[in-house]
C-alpha cells in the first residue's frame, strides 16, 4: 500500500550528500565510536547491540543514511530520512508517525566529540537508529508521535514532551539485574553515560505519573531519570498518558 506523502515535513527533507564528507569528518565518526564503544559493549541494552549488529555500520566512516534505511526498512517498517534540520514538532510527529526518523547529517568537529547543544548525526544514527529495529520501541515511538500530532495544547505537549525525554531520550531499563541504557542521551554521550554509571544521577522506577511532573532538564547532565522493566511497559504507559492527558479532548 503506498504510503501517504509528508505534508509538513516536506520542505525540511533533503539527500544525504555522502561524498561531501571529508577524511577529517569520517576520522572524527570514527574516533566518536570508539570513545563510546568500551562503555557501550557493557551499558547499552541487548536490544540496542541487536541493533547495532543490524544496521551494519561502518565504524570508519560516516554512515550513509539510504543503506541504513535500506536495512531497517524490512525489519520494523522504519526508515532514516534525512532532514535540514531542526524541525516544528507538527513536521517532527508527521515523520515519526510515519515511521521516518528525521535525521541529521551534519556531524561535530574534533572540538566538541563530548557535546553539541543540537543533535548531531552521531547522536540521532549512533544514539537512536539502532533501537528503531525493535519491534515494540519502534511501535511505541510511532504511537508517540500519533497521539502528540493530534494535540495542540502546549501544556499537553509538554507533558508528553517529558515522557520521550525520559524514554526515547534518556531512558534506561533493568536487564540480568543492572541498569543499561537505551535512550540515545546516555547511549550517545560519554559524560551522560559516565553520570548513570558514576552514581551522580537518581535512577527511579519508572512511574507514568513522575515522569509527566518531571521538568526536562537540557542544559545539565541528568540528575533524575527512570528505569523500565520491558519496553512493553512504555507502550502501555504511552495509552494511559492519551488516556489521562487527552481524554476526549481529541477526535
Ligand atoms: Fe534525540
Not at 204 to 214: A, K, P, S, Y
Not at 237 to 246: F, G, N, P, T
Request: net charge negative; charged share 25%; aromatic share 12%.
Amino acid at each position: 500500500m503506498p504510503e501517504p506523502p509528508l505534508v509538513a515535513a516536506k520542505p525540511f527533507l533533503m539527500e544525504q550528500d555522502y561524498g561531501a564528507y571529508t577524511p577529517e569528518q569520517h576520522a572524527v565518526w570514527a574516533e566518536l565510536v570508539r570513545r563510546r564503544w568500551a562503555q557501550i559493549e557493557e551499558w547499552a541494552c541487548r536490544e540496542y547491540l541487536e541493533g547495532y549488529g543490524i544496521l551494519g555500520l561502518m565504524e570508519d566512516r560516516c554512515p550513509r543514511l539510504r543503506e541504513i534505511a535500506d536495512r531497517l526498512e524490512p525489519r520494523s517498517g522504519w526508515r532514516t530520512q534525512a532532514v535540514t534540520g531542526f524541525m516544528p514538532h507538527e513536521a517532527f510527529f508527521e515523520m515519526l508517525a510515519a515511521r521516518r526518523f528525521p535525521t541529521t547529517t551534519w556531524l561535530r568537529d574534533r572540538t566538541s566529540l563530548d557535546y553539541t547543544p543540537q543533535p548531531d548525526m552521531f547522536h540521532d544514527v549512533f544514539g537512536h537508529v539502532p533501537m528503531h529495529t525493535h519491534k515494540v520501541f519502534g511501535d511505541f515511538v510511532q504511537y508517540y508521535a500519533a497521539v502528540c500530532a493530534r494535540v495542540d495544547d502546549h501544556d499537553i505537549l509538554e507533558r508528553l514532551g517529558r515522557l520521550y525525554w525520559f524514554t526515547v531520550e534518556f531512558g534506561l531499563i533493568r536487564q540480568d539485574g543492572r541498569i543499561k541504557f537505551y535512550g540515545s542521551g546516555v547511549i550517545s554521550s560519554q559524560s551522560e553515560g559516565n553520570n548513570v554509571i558514576e552514581g551522580k544521577c537518581s535512577v527511579r522506577d519508572f512511574d507514568l505519573e513522575e515522569v509527566l511532573n518531571t521538568p526536562v532538564k537540557v542544559d545539565e547532565l541528568q540528575k533524575v531519570l527512570f528505569a523500565i522493566e520491558s519496553f512493553d511497559q512504555i507502550y502501555e504507559a504511552m495509552q494511559r498518558a492519551e488516556r489521562k492527558l487527552l481524554g476526549n479532548k481529541v477526535a
